[in-house]
């Protein structure tokens, strides 16, 4: 798959930070997006291939890691579509740059 930078338009793989918890099945994981100050903009339930973590998430311990992403429109806030809908906001979500990483 190509790579491509965070500063423009983009597909996979774009990485968006967040916290790892594990999921109900064991392929699952819930990722929840924080804004800069902590505030969860939103949680999505995924299939583990679509998030990365340095350790093993654990119950209720969440894990600092990135979720893949497709990058939409980069502006001073970057629209991203989540794999999944996230609970709180749909597929589509408005974040700061400052959580978008390379994946």
């Keep these: 798959m190509k790579s491509h930078s965070v500063s423009g338009r983009s597909e996979f793989p774009i990485g968006l930070r967040c916290k ?10 819930l990722a929840i997006v ?14 583990s291939s679509l998030v990365r973590t340095e350790t093993e998430p654990k119950r209720d311990v969440p894990v600092p890691g990135s979720l893949r992403i497709r990058l939409l429109e980069d502006a001073e806030l970057a629209n991203v579509a989540l794999p999944a809908s996230s609970l ?14 390379a994946f």
Excluded: C, M, N
Aim: no cysteine; aromatic share 2%; charged share 25%.
């Design 20 to 29: 790892v918890l594990p999921g109900l099945f064991e392929h699952e994981r």
């Design 88 to 101: 709180e906001r749909g597929r589509v979500i408005a974040v700061s740059r400052q959580l978008l990483i």
């Design 34 to 47: 924080e804004d800069p100050v902590g505030t969860v903009v939103a949680s999505v339930v995924v299939d």
